[in-house]
T-cell receptor, first 113, second 117 residues
Framework: SQKIEQNSEALNIQEGKTATLTCNYT??????LQWYRQDPGRGPVFLLL?????KEKRKERLKVTFDTTLKQSLFHITASQPADSATYLCALPPSSSASKIIFGSGTRLSIRP | NAGVMQNPRHLVRRRGQEARLRCSPMKGHSHVYWYRQLPEEGLKFMVY????????ESGMPKERFSAEFPKEGPSILRIQQVVRGDSAAYFC???????????????FGQGTRLTVV
């Protein structure tokens, strides 16, 4: 069955630096991958979607890469700010063998001033 | 267009009671997912429904838990005879369609926090 892993449970970095979060998956060749942000006590909010034929996608200070050979997506936040502190989740779409959207366990990002 | 509405936001039940969690998807959305989240943990899939059909309930406990998404009205997640271990945040998400290649995002509600005392 498909598995998705975010191998950093928590990440602490200095304000202004670039935060890089990793998402790895196995037993699947998804047509796209999504990233979400979740703040404490709230539901996840969609941030970005990257398709299999896109190497990189940008949105303001966010950048996502998708390496289908490595089966990995990287999520970057440049010029990080304390307001970027949240949990970030990657998600795989449904497949021919599983109809559900599968979420990674998330990386809790803390940006210190 | 209102977002996904979940109610109640907070629900307290005594052990043995029933909990009913409601989710109204966004207008035009016919796909609903339910997820459970424990503190400091990720989202665990429970069930995926389309109008009047359960598509995937592989994440639902076999006993005490049930879900429905009727033709009219909200989706309901029902937990019978609640136990302390059922205490968690339950999130509902909706999308207009879903599939391997359609690339549709899921819109989440704010969740229902169930506390069993």
């Amino acid at each position: 069955s498909q598995k998705i892993e975010q191998n950093s449970e928590a990440l602490n970095i200095q304000e202004g630096k670039t935060a890089t979060l990793t998402c790895n998956y196995t037993n699947y060749s998804p047509a796209y991958l999504q990233w979400y942000r979740q703040d404490p006590g709230r539901g996840p909010v969609f941030l970005l979607l990257i398709r299999e034929n896109e190497k990189e996608k940008r949105k303001e200070r966010l950048k996502v890469t998708f390496d289908t050979t490595l089966k990995q997506s990287l999520f970057h936040i440049t010029a990080s700010q304390p307001a970027d502190s949240a949990t970030y989740l990657c998600a795989l779409p449904p497949s021919s063998s599983a109809s559900k959207i599968i979420f990674g366990s998330g990386t809790r990002l803390s940006i210190r001033p | 267009n209102a977002g996904v509405m979940q109610n109640p936001r907070h629900l307290v039940r005594r052990r043995g009671q029933e909990a009913r969690l409601r989710c109204s998807p966004m207008k035009g959305h016919s796909h609903v997912y339910w997820y459970r989240q424990l503190p400091e943990e990720g989202l665990k899939f429970m069930v995926y429904l389309q109008k009047e059909n359960i598509i995937d309930e592989s994440g639902m406990p076999k006993e005490r838990f049930s879900a429905e998404f009727p033709k009219e009205g909200p989706s309901i997640l029902r937990i019978q005879q609640v136990v302390r271990g059922d205490s968690a945040a339950y999130f509902c998400a909706s999308s207009p369609r879903t599939g391997e290649r359609t690339g549709t995002e899921a819109f989440f509600g704010q969740g229902t926090r169930l506390t069993v005392v």
